[in-house]
C-alpha cells in the first residue's frame, strides 16, 4: 500500500542511484581500470549481444534521460529490439537463450 | 649477557607487574570533513569517562583543530614537534583535559608543515605514549600522502569514519586498502539522516557497508547539537543524556570490548503519507 502510494506521488529515492554508480567505480578502482577500456568493454559486449539480437546502440533521447538512467540503458543493459532470425547451421556457437515472449 | 634495547628506564618497583601496553587507535577516513576530529573528540572523552586513561594526538600538522573542538584552544603552549624535536619533555607539552584528569591532547603544531614529521620519531612517542596511556587516539589529517602515513605509523588499530555519500565511502575504501593486512579497521558511520535514508535518498547503514564491509563501531546521527557543542568546545560526549552524546559512549564500550550493540540513531517518525497508508491498510481486511 505504502509502495502503491509512494508510487502515485512519484517519490523517487536517489540512494538506488548513489549505490549503483559506487559498485561500479569501485570495481573499476579496484581492477585499476581506466575509463576507455570500460568503454572498450561495453562496447563489445553489445557487439556479441547485437550477434543474436537487434540492438539500439544510440542511447535514447528522451526527457526524463537522466545521466544514471542514460548510463544504465546504454551500459549494461542496451536496449533490446527484437531477437535475430538465426540460420541453423550457421556456426557451433551456442544457440541464444530464447527471448521471453 | 645481551642488553635488550629499552630506551625507558625500568620500573623502580620490581614487584610491580609490567603495565599491558596501550591500545594505539588512528581515526582516519581519506576524505576531509567527515567528522575525524569530533569523533576523536567525543570518543577521547567517553573512554576517560569509563575510567581509561587516553590521550588524544592530533596529527593534523599545519590545520591544527582537535584543540578547539575540546575547547582547550587557549591552554596550547606546546606541540607534537615540539616533543619530536626535543625542545620541550612530552610532560610539558601534554594539556589536561578541562573535564576529566584521565585525559590529555597533544597538539598539532600550527605553523609547521606534515612533511616536517619524521615518521621513525612520530612511531617512538606513539610507542612510548602506549606505555603510559591506556588509549592513545590519533586523530589523523585527510589525504593519503605523508601526514597519513606518519599518522598510521604508530597505530596498531584503526577507525575508519564514512559518512553516507559516494565521496566518503569511495575514500574510505582507498584508506582501507592503504592499511593493509595489519589493520582490520572498524568503521563509524558518520551524519547520518534516518529520515533521508527512510524516503530511499539517502545510503543506509547496510547500503555504506555492503560495499565496505568492516565490523561496525556505530553510527552517529546527522545532529544540529554536534556544531552547537562544537562552538562552545564541550564535546557532546559530555551529555550522556543526549542520545547522539549517549551512541559515543556505547562506541566506546564497544572499542573497549563490551558486548553491547552498535548505537543507531532513533528511526524517523512516520510520514504523514505513511500514517495515511497505514490507517488505509488497516481497513483492509
Do not use: W
Not at chain 2, 143 to 148: H, K, P, R, S, V
Not at chain 2, 247 to 269: C, E, F, Q, S, W
Amino acid at each position: 500500500m505504502i509502495e502503491f502510494l509512494k508510487r502515485l506521488f512519484g517519490q523517487q529515492g536517489s540512494s538506488a542511484t548513489a549505490k549503483e554508480r559506487l559498485r561500479l567505480v569501485l570495481m573499476t578502482d579496484h581492477l585499476e581500470l581506466a575509463p576507455e577500456m570500460i568503454d572498450t568493454m561495453k562496447r563489445e559486449l553489445v557487439d556479441v549481444i547485437s550477434r543474436y539480437v537487434e540492438v539500439d546502440r544510440e542511447p535514447p533521447k528522451r526527457k526524463d534521460a537522466t545521466p544514471a538512467a542514460a548510463a544504465k540503458a546504454g551500459g549494461a543493459a542496451p536496449p533490446v529490439r527484437k531477437r535475430r532470425r538465426r540460420k541453423k547451421a550457421a556456426s557451433g556457437a551456442p544457440s541464444p537463450a530464447p527471448a521471453a515472449s | 649477557v645481551h642488553q635488550v634495547e629499552s630506551i625507558q628506564p625500568e620500573p623502580e618497583s620490581s614487584a610491580a607487574p609490567a603495565k599491558k601496553l596501550g591500545r594505539a587507535i588512528v581515526l582516519t577516513s581519506g576524505k576531509g570533513g567527515v567528522g575525524k576530529t569530533t569523533t576523536t573528540a567525543n570518543l577521547g572523552t567517553a573512554l576517560a569517562n569509563r575510567g581509561a586513561t587516553v590521550v588524544m594526538i592530533d596529527a593534523d600538522v599545519g590545520l591544527r583543530n582537535l584543540d578547539i573542538v575540546l575547547g582547550l584552544e587557549s591552554r596550547v603552549k606546546h606541540h607534537m614537534l615540539d616533543v619530536l624535536e626535543e625542545r620541550v619533555t612530552l610532560d610539558e607539552a601534554l594539556i589536561p583535559d578541562k573535564h576529566s584528569d584521565k585525559l590529555f591532547l597533544l597538539a598539532a603544531a600550527q605553523s609547521r608543515e606534515k612533511d616536517e614529521v619524521e615518521t621513525e620519531k612520530m612511531k617512538a612517542l606513539v610507542a612510548s605514549l602506549r606505555e603510559r596511556f591506556d588509549y592513545v587516539l590519533i586523530d589523523c589529517p585527510a589525504g593519503i600522502e605523508l601526514g597519513f602515513k606518519n599518522a598510521v605509523a604508530g597505530a596498531d588499530e584503526a577507525i575508519v569514519i564514512c559518512t553516507p555519500e559516494v565521496s566518503a565511502v569511495r575514500d574510505v575504501d582507498r584508506v582501507v586498502g592503504l592499511l593493509g593486512n595489519r589493520f582490520r579497521p572498524q568503521l563509524v558511520i558518520n551524519r547520518l539522516r534516518p529520515l533521508m535514508v527512510k524516503k530511499g535518498k539517502m545510503l543506509s547503514v547496510d547500503d555504506v557497508n555492503a560495499i565496505l564491509r568492516l565490523p561496525l563501531l556505530g553510527v552517529i546521527a546527522d545532529e544540529p547539537e554536534i556544531i552547537v557543542t562544537t562552538n562552545r568546545g564541550e564535546p557532546l560526549a559530555l551529555r550522556k543524556e543526549s542520545p547522539t552524546g549517549a551512541a559515543y559512549h556505547a562506541i566506546a564500550a564497544r572499542l573497549a570490548g563490551d558486548d553491547v550493540p552498535a548505537p543507531m540513531p532513533p528511526a524517523a517518525k512516520p510520514t504523514l503519507l505513511e500514517r495515511i497508508g497505514s490507517l488505509v491498510g488497516r481497513k483492509r481486511p
